[in-house]
C-alpha cells in the first residue's frame, strides 16, 4: 500500500467527503479517504434523490386521478399503479447516480486514495482504520471530518418493543401500507407523509411543537397543513408522545401521547420516526485527537470549519443543523482549502436556501419577520398570495404565498420565504437578492418575463409601495 503519511485524510464518503477528495486532488494534495458506508453518504443513498424520485411518483399518481382542467373540465382517471415498478425504478435511478457521479467521480481523483472500514483517530495525527478484524494505521498533516450523520430515535417507554422506520426504511418498502404514523412535522416527516398518502396510506402526522415547520413564518407553517390535510393527511400538533406498543393479536403499532392535557392513543400499520438526526461521532474516538464535541455530539467547528485542533476540520452533517447536502458540500471544500492553502473562507449561512418538495413546495432563505423584529424591533414586511400572481392563475394553480423581509430603513431584502408548487425552483433567485444585498427597489427595478412563478419576486417587492390587486400585469 505503499507510504502510509498523506497531506490530508478525509474521514466520511458523502457530499462534503467528496466534494473536499474533489478539491484535494485539484490542488495536487496526496489525500487519503476513508468510506466506512455506501459510497455517495445519505444524498444519493437513502436521501434526497430517492425520496424526490418517490414524491414525483406520487404527484403523478394524484395529478392522473384527479387533474382539473378547468371549469367544467375535469378528468379523472382510476387506474391502478405498480408500486413494485416505482421502487424498481428508484432503485435503479440511484445505482445509477451513485455509480456515475461517485464512483466514476473518485476513480478519476488521481492524488486521492481509498480506504474502507471504520475510522478512529488513535492520536492527533494518526487513524486507525478497522475492517473485517485487520486493521490500518494512516497518518495525516490535515484532517477533514465528514462522517454525516443518523436518525435519532427518542428514548422513550416501548421504543425497543416496536418495528419501525426511519427514512432508510421509508424507501425501501415492497408494499404500500394499509396505515403510516409519521413522527415529526418537519421536512423529512412531510415530505414522507404526502409520499406515502399518495401511494394510498392512511397517514397521521404527530408533531411536538405546536405548529408544523416552527421555525419558519407561522402564515406558511398553517397554509401548508391546510393544503396537506385537504390531500386527507391527518396532522396533530403540540402532541406530547408517551409511549409505544405492539398490538399483540393485529402486529399493530399503539402510540400513546397527550393533547391539551387530553390522553390520545393512536393505531397503525406502520410508523415513521422523523425526530431528527445525530452526527456520527461515535466511533471516532475524538477524545485521542483533543476534539471538543456540542451538547448533541456534533462536532464543534468556527466559522472557517476549523476544530479546536488547528489541523483538523470538519464540514456536513457531523457539525450539526443546518443539515443541507449543498451547504454540506461547501463547507467540504472550504474546509479543505483553509486547511490546505491557510486561506480563510467563511459561508454566511443567511444566504444559503433550504426547501421541503412536499406539493406545495415551502422554501425559505434568510431571515423571518420574527427575527426581524427580534434584531431591529420593526419589520418592513409584505405577503402576496399566489391568487395574484398571473402564472399561477394561468396554470389554475393558486396555492401558496410569498412573504418578504426587508430592513426598516434601508430596504435591503433579508428574508424570503415561498409556499408554491415551485418554491424551489423560485428560491435561488431570493438567494441572490440577499447575497448581493439587493433592495426591494433594485427587484422591481429588474424586468423579469412574463408570465413566470419568479415574477412573484417583483410582485411582492412591489406590493411594499402599491395594492398588487389593483395592477394591470404588464407593470
Same mark, same amino acid.
Given at each position: 500500500m505503499g507510504n502510509l503519511e498523506y497531506e490530508l485524510v478525509i474521514l466520511g464518503n458523502g457530499a462534503a467527503a467528496f466534494a473536499a477528495a474533489i478539491k484535494a486532488d485539484e490542488l495536487g494534495k496526496k489525500t487519503a479517504m476513508i468510506k466506512g458506508g455506501t459510497i455517495g453518504g445519505t444524498c444519493v443513498n437513502v436521501g434526497c434523490v430517492p425520496s424526490k424520485r418517490l414524491l414525483v411518483s406520487g404527484e403523478v399518481i394524484r395529478n392522473t386521478r384527479n387533474h382539473n382542467l378547468g371549469e367544467n373540465a375535469i378528468v379523472q382517471h382510476d387506474e391502478e399503479f405498480d408500486f413494485t415498478k416505482i421502487m424498481e425504478f428508484k432503485k435503479k435511478l440511484v445505482e445509477n447516480m451513485r455509480h456515475e457521479k461517485y464512483e466514476n467521480v473518485l476513480s478519476k481523483l488521481k492524488n486521492v486514495e481509498l480506504y474502507e472500514g471504520m475510522a478512529g483517530f488513535i492520536s492527533e495525527k494518526k487513524v486507525e482504520i478497522r475492517r473485517n478484524g485487520k486493521s490500518t494505521v494512516i497518518s495525516g498533516e490535515k484532517f477533514v471530518i465528514a462522517t454525516g450523520a443518523s436518525p435519532s430515535i427518542p428514548k $422513550?417507554?416501548?421504543?425497543?418493543? #416496536?418495528?419501525?422506520?426511519? !427514512? #432508510?426504511?421509508? $424507501? %425501501?418498502?415492497?408494499?404500500?401500507? %394499509?396505515? $403510516? #404514523?409519521? #413522527?415529526?412535522?418537519?421536512? =423529512?416527516? =412531510?415530505?414522507?407523509?404526502?409520499?406515502? !398518502?399518495?401511494?394510498g396510506t392512511r397517514v397521521t402526522v404527530l408533531q411536538r411543537s405546536p405548529s408544523l415547520i416552527p421555525e419558519e413564518e407561522p402564515e406558511m407553517a398553517k397554509a401548508l397543513k391546510t393544503y396537506l390535510e385537504e390531500d386527507g393527511i391527518a396532522i396533530h400538533t403540540g402532541v406530547a408522545l408517551k409511549s409505544f406498543e405492539k398490538n399483540a393479536k393485529n402486529n399493530r403499532v399503539i402510540v400513546r401521547a397527550e393533547i391539551n392535557g387530553r390522553q390520545v392513543m393512536f393505531e397503525s400499520s406502520s410508523i415513521l420516526f422523523a425526530t431528527g438526526r445525530a452526527p456520527n461521532t461515535k466511533s471516532l474516538n475524538v477524545e485521542n485527537a483533543k476534539i471538543k464535541l456540542d451538547t448533541k455530539g456534533e462536532i464543534t467547528i468556527d466559522s472557517e470549519m476549523r476544530t479546536n485542533n488547528p489541523n483538523i476540520f470538519a464540514a456536513g452533517d457531523v457539525t450539526g443543523e443546518p443539515m443541507l447536502e449543498s451547504l454540506a458540500a461547501r463547507e467540504g471544500t472550504y474546509a479543505v482549502e483553509n486547511a490546505l492553502l491557510g486561506l480563510h473562507k467563511k459561508i454566511d449561512k443567511s444566504t444559503v436556501p433550504k426547501a421541503i418538495f412536499t406539493d406545495p413546495q415551502f422554501a425559505s432563505v434568510g431571515i423571518t419577520e420574527s427575527e426581524a423584529l427580534e434584531r431591529f424591533r420593526a419589520c418592513t414586511c409584505r405577503l402576496v398570495r399566489f391568487t395574484d400572481v398571473p402564472k399561477a392563475i394561468i396554470l389554475g394553480d393558486t396555492r401558496g404565498m410569498i412573504k418578504m423581509v426587508a430592513h426598516p430603513e434601508t430596504h435591503v431584502i433579508l428574508g424570503v420565504q415561498i409556499l408554491s408548487p415551485m418554491a424551489a425552483e423560485i428560491i435561488h433567485e431570493a438567494a441572490m437578492i440577499i447575497k448581493d444585498r439587493y433592495r426591494i427597489e433594485d427587484v422591481i427595478d429588474t424586468i423579469h418575463v412574463f408570465p413566470t412563478m419568479s415574477e412573484s419576486l417583483k410582485i411582492v417587492a412591489q406590493s411594499f409601495f402599491r395594492s398588487v390587486k389593483d395592477t394591470s400585469c404588464c407593470i
Open positions: $422513550l417507554q416501548g421504543t425497543d418493543s #416496536i418495528d419501525y422506520w426511519t !427514512n #432508510i426504511e421509508g $424507501l %425501501e418498502q415492497e408494499k404500500v401500507p %394499509e396505515s $403510516l #404514523i409519521v #413522527i415529526g412535522g418537519r421536512a =423529512l416527516g =412531510l415530505e414522507f407523509a404526502q409520499m406515502y !398518502n399518495r401511494f
